[in-house]
């Protein structure tokens, strides 16, 4: 059950992979339209023919167009696992995914993953899996979409020593943030767009809580720190409080919101630990980052010989996705023909990941005051007393009495100097216990100055 383009000659001589796809979505449909279109060629390049056993998916009634031809659906992915030399998971989520993975690689077959929630949850099962079979496990798709990532930290820099990554890596909140900044459009409105548009996951929580970013962060952190970073190691913070007055506020200081993963190594007196983090920042509008729009991603990786190198491209949607796991694809399937081993997961320097509130960031923080003599001298006080250096504070009247004119209500934007996360967690918590402090509106970090 070969999808070959009408017309095109079959190449008799080259040998055939059996190609299991699972899951024929936004992704798949576009990785089976390419294998369709491009047959012949990939059979070439790889010096094999992919044949495509069968494609799982949930719902085996819904036409999904040409190039999933309605014979080749079926609900029972347990049996195309087993059968197969190459399995595509392109169904995302933890379950099934994770069972029908380790099965596949079990009955000996190498495994082209988008999935970075179950990577970066099991990874490690997935990694072990691979090696106890001698099978590759191939991910480019999982980070940054269409952009070339995971094998530059993974291959092309493994002879250098990796600082830092920093970037944004979701398209979906790019594309959020973007509209809010550019047409002042809603969240809700926003978020629809880009979910109509094939770039949000199934639950666009996923997206808009940084948990995708944090997966991405995950997986980064442990390719280019050769240690083991789990989910539960990223520190994660979405966009959905970031506010229309926190996005004038940071137009007003030059600066716009983006939503970064960070993940870097610190040298510490004591030896190396890093930090990997997802979290809203102010940057710069001059910052090569501020101008990534729409659903673009676009990641500045800084290593000791390579300097700074700078990847940007589309990071979400169907066919730019699709071409990352053909990439994949490829090079396992070629790996398959003619032998050898992808690269293993590295994690021989376990280093160990830091607290958050052990880091210095800038921040800004907005909060709603009663507007009387000594409120100010207060708020500066408490951060102060906690070693936190103001560097600027805007006022704005909120609400004046009606009765006299006396100011009632303010709104104060204050930005800092770096310091301690932890300082700051102590700060807003005197706030949120201090009467003329009436609510704390944000509380965002300021990155790349
Ligand atoms: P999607 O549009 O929701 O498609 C998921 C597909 O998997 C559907 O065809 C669905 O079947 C099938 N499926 C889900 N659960 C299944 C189950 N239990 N058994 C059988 N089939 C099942 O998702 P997507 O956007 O293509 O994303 C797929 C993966 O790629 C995810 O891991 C995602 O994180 C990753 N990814 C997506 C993008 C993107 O821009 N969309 C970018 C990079 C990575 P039905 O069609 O019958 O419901
Ligand atoms: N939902 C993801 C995003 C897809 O918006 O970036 C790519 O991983």
Do not use: W
């Amino acid at each position: 059950m070969s999808l070959h383009p009408a017309g095109s000659p079959a190449t008799p001589e080259l040998p055939s992979l059996r190609v299991a796809v699972l899951g024929a979505g936004t992704v798949g449909t576009e990785v089976l339209r390419l294998i369709s279109q491009q047959g012949e060629e990939l059979a070439h390049r790889i010096g094999g023919r992919l044949e495509i056993t069968g494609v799982a998916v949930r719902d085996t009634e819904r036409d999904r167009g040409e190039h999933v031809p309605a014979h080749l659906l079926t609900r029972d992915a347990e049996s195309l696992v087993r059968e197969a030399d190459l399995v595509i998971e392109v169904m995302g989520g933890i379950e099934p995914a994770r069972t029908l993975l380790l099965e596949a690689m079990a009955h000996g077959a190498s495994v082209v993953t988008a999935n970075k929630a179950l990577l970066a949850q099991d990874g490690a099962a997935l990694y072990e899996a691979a090696d106890a079979h001698g099978v590759d496990l191939s991910f480019e798709a999982a980070v940054a979409g269409a952009i070339p990532l995971v094998r530059p930290v993974r291959e092309s820099l493994a002879g250098d020593r990796i600082q830092r990554v920093l970037g944004i890596v979701n398209g979906t909140t790019n594309y959020i943030l973007d509209a809010m900044t550019r047409s002042g459009a809603s969240f809700e409105d926003a978020l629809a767009s880009a979910q109509e548009l094939g770039y949000a996951e199934a639950d666009p929580t996923a997206d808009v809580e940084g948990h995708d970013a944090a997966a991405k962060a995950s997986i980064l952190a442990s390719l280019a720190f050769h240690s083991r970073v789990r989910l539960t190691d990223v520190h994660c913070e979405g966009i959905t409080s970031v506010s229309a007055q926190d996005i004038s506020a940071a137009a007003r200081m030059g600066r716009t919101i983006k939503l970064l993963s960070i993940v870097e190594r610190i040298e510490e007196e004591t030896g190396e630990r890093i930090s990997a983090r997802v979290y809203p920042a102010l940057i710069p509008e001059e910052h090569p980052l501020a101008s990534v729009s729409e659903a673009y991603n676009a990641v500045f990786i800084e290593a000791d010989a390579a300097g700074s190198l700078m990847f940007y491209g589309q990071g979400a949607g169907g066919a730019p996705t699709a071409s990352a796991v053909l990439g994949d694809v490829v090079s396992a399937a070629r790996t398959r023909v003619h032998g050898g081993v992808g690269p293993r997961e590295s994690r021989y320097a376990e280093l160990e990941s830091i607290p958050l509130e052990e880091l210095r960031s800038a921040f800004y923080i907005s909060l709603t005051v009663e507007d009387r003599p000594g409120v100010l001298a207060e708020i500066a006080g408490t951060l102060s007393g906690y070693g936190i250096s103001i560097s600027t504070i805007h006022q704005e009247l909120l609400e004046e009495s009606a009765e006299t004119g006396a100011p009632v209500r303010a709104h104060i934007g204050i930005s800092t100097h770096r310091a301690l996360e932890s300082a700051m967690t102590a700060s807003l918590d005197v706030f949120s216990s201090t009467a003329t402090v009436l609510s704390i509106d944000s509380v965002l970090r300021i990155e790349g100055e």
